[in-house]
């Protein structure tokens, strides 16, 4: 049964057999999903069942399709279906049956019929140097995009690419490629990166705006609070090891087998802002780290131009035995304060965007 776009969303879950009692235990679910409070659940409830679905516009340029392939890979079946069937995703190059002219002739209706009303999402890096790179049914893309931005009532980047330029920025940048919010310098962008990025951070982030109807709180770097606030590092599994001082020194050693932190190794989550720790990937059975792989910080801007990914990085000292506490004590404290300061630096420095680190760097100097 394809539903009738005018529907509300209840009136879509209902004619696709959702029960009453299901709809109130998914509006419970949605709610604690996008962090709002016990008393928000009669909003979420109210804004399903009054609210037409979403009218989602999805636009590819310089990607690998990577986000694409993740949102169809949530843990939660049912906000997926949510997002993916009951809004009304009108264009999306990738996952839709028509093509070429058929394709742009829907979305070209769709941008007239839902004006101001859409969700536009933005996978992929925009190429400046020369349309030739990325030319979407002959158009230039930074064309293509900017007639889609002018009407969207939301813009929201996916994955890397688009959020920061990703792989097709990095040195020495032949395509001249620039995240969206760079090309949109006039419009507030939701950046949701990651390589790809989590799915239900993109799922959850639209279902909010549904609800919500205005984006989630953001960081400087234009992520969700609700998703982007704490440090891989900050949740772990591999946290306590870090403290205790035990690292793996190499991916065959007796540390890495006992699965000690991966820090050494190369791994960015002291300075990677992302839900990978707590959502999981694959229907949450693990991420990166669990599976015994240091992060990359894919999150992070520039992270291609970052330096080695398995290039160990300076970790806290080893904790001395007690039979050293004393005569080193004062030392201790001098040389682990300053490790720390140099950590909340990094750490703080992760939050920042491009321009305000590099003129921090400047200062420094």
Not at 138 to 163: S, Y
Not at 201 to 223: Q, S
């Amino acid at each position: 049964m394809f539903p009738d776009k005018n529907d509300t969303i209840i009136q879509v879950l209902e004619k696709r057999g959702v029960t009453r009692r299901d709809f109130l235990k998914m509006s419970v679910m949605l709610a604690g999903t996008l962090g709002l409070n016990y008393s928000s659940i009669g909003k979420v409830v109210q804004a399903l069942e009054t609210k037409s679905r979403v009218p989602v516009i999805w636009l590819e340029f310089q990607d690998c399709a990577g986000c694409t392939e993740s949102i169809t890979r949530s843990q939660n079946p049912t906000l997926t279906q949510l997002v993916l069937n009951d809004i009304a995703l009108d264009y999306h190059e990738t996952l839709m049956v028509a093509a070429g002219f058929q394709a742009e002739s829907a979305k070209d209706s769709a941008l007239e019929k839902y004006k101001g009303e859409y969700v536009l999402v933005v996978e992929g890096s925009i190429p400046l140097a020369n349309p030739g790179y990325c030319t979407v049914a002959g158009k230039a893309p930074e064309d293509v995009l900017r007639n889609a931005a002018d009407g969207a009532a939301a813009i929201i980047a996916v994955g890397n690419c688009a959020t920061f330029g990703g792989l097709p920025k990095a040195k020495p940048n032949p395509t001249d490629a620039f995240a969206v919010m760079d090309v949109l310098t006039d419009k507030t962008v939701i950046n949701l990166p990651g390589c790809p990025a989590i799915p239900e951070v993109m799922t959850n982030t639209i279902a909010y705006l549904l609800v919500e109807g205005k984006a989630p709180e953001l960081d400087a770097l234009n992520r969700p609070m609700m998703f982007y606030a704490q440090t891989l590092h900050d949740r772990c599994l591999r946290r306590g090891f870090y403290d205790a001082g035990l690292y793996a020194k190499s991916f065959n050693d007796e540390g890495y087998r006992k699965g000690y932190c991966l820090y050494k190794l190369g791994c960015k989550g002291p300075t990677t802002y992302n839900s990978c720790a707590s959502l999981k990937w694959n229907q949450g059975t693990s991420w990166p780290v669990q599976s015994g792989h240091p992060c990359l910080g894919c999150s992070q801007p520039n992270f291609w131009d970052g330096g080695g990914f398995y290039e160990g990085q300076g970790a806290i000292l080893q904790k001395p035995g007690l039979a050293a506490l004393g005569g080193a004590a004062l030392a201790g404290l001098v040389i682990g304060g300053g490790v720390s300061v140099a950590n909340s630096r990094e750490k703080e420095r992760a939050k920042q965007t491009p321009e305000q680190s590099t003129s921090h760097e400047e200062k420094e100097e």
